[in-house]
């Protein structure tokens, strides 16, 4: 365990890179994989960083087991007083114990260890100071110190592992995952509990420092049940994991003075005293539980560069569908004014009756309109398309709701592209009048700029069945004017034409842009576990 500050250096860029991971969308794969990367920061924060900083601190014993397991009648019974409070009903937000030698106050009283945790600590006055008289507090420890507890180790208190209350839950797996020694307490009528056991699977792949405490266990039946536990542990793999039982006392249930005659508790205090004061022994405790974290991310990096890669590829899909979408609609839109659709319905009728019984103003209205509608049915049947796609899509879920894009929010706003549009060919239909040249001799009045506007949105917008108004503009301008305006306003259509769409896309790609989700963090994820695999 001495300092090796180029492994320090290489996990501690690891955890960087582990932190900067982000799963925002609902994969089937996504819950393991936040799980890992709480785990992994949890252990790198919590323990392993600290623990190659400062080997020399003292050995941290984490009690953790199921509700009513007996975990703090045994940590006040290890101390000698009480410390923790104890007892089946726990008040819904618990503050866990760390109980160490006063000399050892130093190390715990800071943010070497669970940084995240509020160091809280009451002076001991008097013998008759319980714990219980603490109030609990939120993301806090209470740092007790006890002669009794030997110089070099430290007894942690963990809130419930199967707590109703699920920060509760989340503190335990935070707190153990601290630990040099994980000191898993169960009892005789819960020793096969499904979580009980996730937590001694876990330990054994992490090949953590692990000692099993079999509690409140009958008299008559002690022999039994013990032998049953043991050929569980032996199954599971962990028959070379110490064992100690306690049998089922009247102090088990929390009365009196609440703590468990010396003699249970004897076999245990010895050997985690061993393990402080022994140098062989504490290294092992220490070493092992760190060389076990540290070989662990062999699998559990890869898996997690693993989640990230299917959240950047899930997000792939989403944005590939938006822009399929609309790109689909854009092509379409070309079409359609390339045969005239636009000049339908009302724009038609005004073309017929123009200039006789409509006006340019006129004719410039309804074709205006009759383009934003094109555009509108053009975005909501691309937002309908969105919609279909994200349906088979799980990842989809983290985008809120995918509407199909035609709500009166969509209008307006292809309304005023649209009106823009009408305004900027209007602009050059302006200039356009203003540069003709006429011979000095001409008599002839200059075109209308309003007429000529006129005349070129018809014959950028009717297809075949506007030709006259292309014709038309020949004779006002000359040919070749005509037909340089047309192509400068058959330019601005199709820029108009994107702006809406493209738009439109974007504001569907939006929320999912906003999740950043990137293919960076895997590629980074295995350079890092590189780089720690050398140095390791």
Not at 380 to 401: I, K, M, N, Q, T
């Amino acid at each position: 365990m001495d300092e090796r500050p180029q492994l320090i250096d290489a996990l501690s860029a690891l955890r960087d890179r582990v932190a900067a991971v982000r799963l925002p969308l609902p994969l089937p794969g996504s819950p393991r994989a936040r799980q890992t990367r709480a785990e992994l920061l949890a252990q790198l924060d919590d323990y392993l960083v600290p623990r190659l900083k400062d080997p020399e601190a003292p050995l941290l014993a984490v009690v953790g087991g199921s509700t009513g397991a007996g975990k703090s009648t045994l940590v006040n019974s290890l101390v000698g007083r009480r410390v923790s409070e104890s007892g089946v009903l726990r008040p819904t937000t618990r503050t866990p114990v760390l109980v160490c030698h006063p000399e050892d106050h130093h190390w715990f009283a800071g943010t070497r260890v669970l940084p995240q945790l509020t160091r809280v600590w009451l002076p001991q006055t008097d013998e008759d100071h319980h714990a219980d008289d603490t109030p609990p507090q939120e993301n806090a420890l209470r740092v007790e110190t006890a002669a009794s507890v030997p110089r070099g180790l430290a007894l942690l208190d963990a809130p419930d592992i199967d707590s109703l209350v699920v920060e509760n839950r989340l503190l335990a797996a935070e707190l153990i995952c601290a630990a040099d020694i994980w000191v898993m307490v169960t009892t005789a009528s819960r020793y096969a509990d499904a979580v009980s056991w996730h937590m001694l699977r876990t330990a054994k792949e992490y090949d953590a420092s692990l000692v099993t405490v079999l509690d409140r266990v009958p008299h008559q039946i002690i022999g039994e049940v013990s032998r049953q536990y043991e050929a569980l542990l032996d199954r599971a793999g962990l028959g070379g994991v110490p064992r100690f039982t306690i049998p089922e006392l009247p102090e088990s249930a929390g009365g009196g003075s609440g703590l468990l005659p010396d003699s249970a508790v004897a076999p245990l205090r010895a050997w985690l005293i061993h393990c402080a004061e022994d140098p062989a022994a504490r290294q092992q405790a220490a070493f092992r539980t760190a060389t076990g974290i540290i070989d662990s991310l062999d699998a559990r990096l890869p898996e997690l560069a693993g989640a990230v890669s299917a959240q950047y590829a899930a997000a792939g899909r989403l944005g590939g569908a938006v822009g399929t979408a609309y790109g689909t609609q854009g092509k379409r839109v070309r079409e359609q004014l390339a045969r005239g659709t636009v000049l339908a319905g009302d724009a038609r009728t005004r073309w017929r009756s123009y200039p006789r019984d409509s006006t340019a103003d006129e004719l410039l209205d309804a074709l205006t309109e009759s383009l934003a509608a094109l555009l509108h049915c053009a975005v909501s049947a691309a937002g309908e398309r969105v919609r279909d796609a994200w349906r088979r899509e799980p990842a989809a879920g983290a985008l809120g709701p995918a509407r199909a894009g035609g709500g009166r929010d969509t209008v307006e706003r292809i309304g005023v592209e649209v009106r823009r549009w009408r305004r900027v060919l209007e602009e050059l239909a302006e200039e356009e009048v203003r540069d003709v040249e006429r011979p000095p001799s001409s008599r002839a009045a200059l075109p209308d700029a309003e007429t000529v506007a006129a005349l070129l949105a018809a014959s950028l917008l009717g297809g075949r069945r506007a030709r006259p108004a292309g014709e038309r503009l020949a004779e006002l301008l000359g040919a070749q004017t005509a037909l340089r305006l047309r192509d400068k306003g058959g330019a601005l259509v199709l820029t108009y034409v994107d702006r809406v769409l493209h738009a439109e896309r974007d504001l569907r790609l939006a929320p999912l842009e906003a999740l950043d989700v990137t293919p960076e963090p895997q590629a980074e994820l295995i350079a890092a576990l590189s780089v720690l695999q050398k140095e390791k």
